[in-house]
Structures are given as C-alpha cells and as structure tokens.
C-alpha cells in the first residue's frame, strides 16, 4: 500500500518539542545523522519568518554544530534537564568573572548567536541564564532539583526598575 506523506511543518509539533530536538542536535556534533537532524530541522522551522534578523540568527544558531567541548558540557546539561537533578557549574561572566553554582536546570534556549542554559541558581536564589559558550565546567551532582516554572522569562530581555 502506498502512504502519500504529509511534509511536517513547526505547527505540527509543540514547541517544547522542537526545543527538546534542537538541544538534542547540540551536542550530536557533525556526522552524517546531525547534518540529516539539522536539515529537518530547518524543514520543521521554514514557515518561520526568513526576512526577520532574529529568525535567521536563531535558526542558524540552531542549526550550527557546537564545538566538541561545548558539545560535551550540553550532553550533561540535557541530561540534567531530562532526570530534573542539580549541576556544578564553572562560570565564566562577561567580565571574566569564575563562579562556582549549583543550578536546578529548567530548559535551554537559543537567542540570536547564542545557546542559554536556563535555572534556578541557588546562589543568586533565582532564574538565571547561563551562555554555553560562558560554562567552563558542567558536573551531575546527583542531587534532584525542584519544579521550577519560567514562564515568560527571557534572558535577554531587560525590565525596567520598579519605581515607587
């Protein structure tokens, strides 16, 4: 009997969905199956607007292989997202600044040029994202982490101070 396929379209897929892929193509590195992967998933992406410069940074972002080593410390971090267990991570800021955390993972993200580990930071007691690019270090601890809903919350995005 022949099936006649329905090409799958981004709308076909919750959006966890497709961020579960996508971090999963992360650390898959540049085989012949990732360049596979990151094809469908540019396929599953194309009805996302080519002419907006966040769409096409996010998508390339997505769909770049990360280096071995970043690669390597988002194997753990998915990992510790899937089992809901607390991390150590070694963190470089912006200013080259090393802190050692314990992080309750959440999910990850891709904005423009750059993957974002997303957690409750038990240091900083609160959401926190972390660049992959900034993380020198990743370890399991072992420890289970709390449910701890983001919604709406955007690493990059900026609130105003409250005032009064």
Known sequence: MDEQRTPARSGD?????????????????S????????????????????ADPIVVDTLTTLTTPLTEAVA??????AEAITERRVVRLCYGDANANVTIREVEPVTCLVHRDHWHFIGWCRMR???????????????PTGTP????????????????????
């Open 145 to 164: 982490a709390a449910l701890r809903p983001v919604s709406g919350f955007l690493p990059w995005r900026r609130t105003a101070a409250p005032t009064g």
């Open 31 to 50: 085989g012949p199956q990732a360049a596979a992967a990151r094809r469908a998933l540019r396929h599953l992406t194309a009805d996302l607007d080519p």
């Open 13 to 29: 897929l919750p959006p966890a969905e497709i961020a579960a892929l996508a971090l999963s193509l992360a650390h898959l590195g």
């Open 72 to 77: 390597d410390r988002a194997r753990v971090i």
């Open 125 to 139: 007691r609160g959401v926190r994202a972390f660049r992959f690019d900034r993380i020198l270090a990743v370890e």
